[in-house]
Nanobody, 122 residues
Framework: QVHLVESGGGLVQAGGSLRLSCATS????????IGWFRQAPGKEREFVSA????????YYANSVKGRFTISRDNAKNTAFLQMNSLKPEDTAVYYC???????????????WGQGTQVSVSS
């Protein structure tokens, strides 16, 4: 079982930055790929970014490429999503998820956090 807890969301002006964290107490954190997804009001949840457990392979949605960076510290059982140059359209609830293989498909992830709200004002 992997229990994920996101933090770091908040309200920021357009052009600003936030860093989201995804922490787990599990001892097998490095086995799991981590994905970040988001859901805006009235929209379906969408893929944002993902990173393998080890090795450093990453995926990004086109809408965030060049602005967001996913990273992880396996020694601290924590993953991060650094979000720069934020836009109002980035406003959403952001979720981290863990799965045994990296994927852009949310159905490939077995464990989910509760989400953290990111709001970007214009």
């Amino acid at each position: 079982q992997v229990h994920l807890v996101e933090s770091g969301g908040g309200l920021v002006q357009a052009g600003g930055s936030l860093r989201l964290s995804c922490a787990t107490s599990g001892r097998t954190f490095s086995r799991y790929a981590i994905g970040w997804f988001r859901q805006a009001p009235g929209k379906e949840r969408e893929f944002v970014s993902a990173r393998t457990g080890t090795g450093g392979s990453t995926y990004y949605a086109n809408s965030v490429k060049g602005r967001f960076t996913i990273s992880r510290d396996n020694a601290k059982n924590t993953a991060f999503l650094q979000m720069n140059s934020l836009k109002p359209e980035d406003t959403a609830v952001y979720y981290c998820a863990a799965g045994l293989g990296i994927s852009t498909d949310e159905n490939r992830y077995d464990y989910w956090g509760q989400g953290t709200q990111v709001s970007v004002s214009s």
